[in-house]
């Protein structure tokens, strides 16, 4: 059972415009969250991470997350051609090992 | 920033041939991993490991044997190599469990 799971799965914005990736546990236990951006031929690396309910932003990029509903949000503004790439979103409880969701393929049209 | 190194980055294996992937991480992280990456599954946890000399199964573990024969090396073993093996493949590291992974370049492996 996919306890961590991303939408949509692809998603095609115009250059300038704004991403916005979604993510929904369903494990009451995850207490941290983080998203990881892959670029073709790299391995993933992180972005951020959100521990606390509400907004954390971190230049263009600004996730949101809602302990209550156990969603996470990933906001992409001003999109670049280099924000292309496939973004993971990762939870974990306390001293347990990261979940990951299966990713969205984000597609930044010039 | 940390660093994994894989070798080899790409690898072609016959059905049944043995096969050696290998990962070094410079960071004096604890924690290591193999994972394998494939459309529509992102990525799946086959083993890992908190030190030299541990392993842990991961999620997908049928197939694979693991080593980790220092801090710094960790290595992933297909002993009878099948085609559902073809795959990319990640090493990665972290300092605990629930700590920012740092991932390498990848190895893809075809087995035909």
């Known amino acids: 059972q996919q306890k961590v799971q991303q939408s949509p799965e692809s998603l095609s914005v115009p250059e300038g415009g704004m991403a916005s990736l979604n993510c929904t546990s369903s494990?009451?236990?995850?207490?941290y969250f983080w998203w990881y951006r892959q670029h073709s031929g790299e391995g993933p690396k992180a972005l951020m991470?959100?521990?606390s309910d509400g907004d954390k932003k971190e230049g263009r990029f600004t996730a949101h997350l809602n302990k209550a509903s156990l969603h996470v949000s990933l906001h992409i503004r001003d999109s670049q051609p280099s924000d292309s790439a496939l973004y993971f979103c990762?939870?974990?409880?306390?001293?347990?090992?990261?979940?990951w969701g299966s990713g969205t393929k984000l597609i930044i049209k010039p | 920033e940390a660093a994994v190194t894989q070798s080899p980055r790409n690898k072609v294996t016959v059905t049944g041939g043995n096969v050696t992937l290998s990962c070094r991480q410079t960071?004096?992280?604890?924690?290591m991993y193999w994972y394998r990456q494939d459309t529509g599954h992102g990525l799946r946890l086959i083993h890992y490991?908190?030190?030299?000399?541990?392993?842990q199964i991961g999620d997908v573990p049928d197939g694979y044997k693991a080593t980790r024969t220092t801090q710094e090396d960790f290595f992933l073993l297909l002993e009878l190599a099948s085609p559902s093996q073809t795959s990319l493949y990640f090493c990665?590291?972290?300092?605990?469990?629930?700590?920012?992974?740092?991932f390498g370049k990848g190895t893809r492996l075809t087995v035909v």
């Open positions: 960071n004096s992280h604890n924690y």
């Open positions: 990665a590291s972290s300092e605990d469990r629930d700590t920012e992974v740092f």
């Open positions: 991470s959100i521990f």
């Open positions: 494990d009451r236990n995850f207490q």
């Open positions: 490991s908190y030190g030299a000399g541990n392993l």
């Open positions: 990762a939870a974990s409880a306390s001293n347990y090992q990261l979940i």
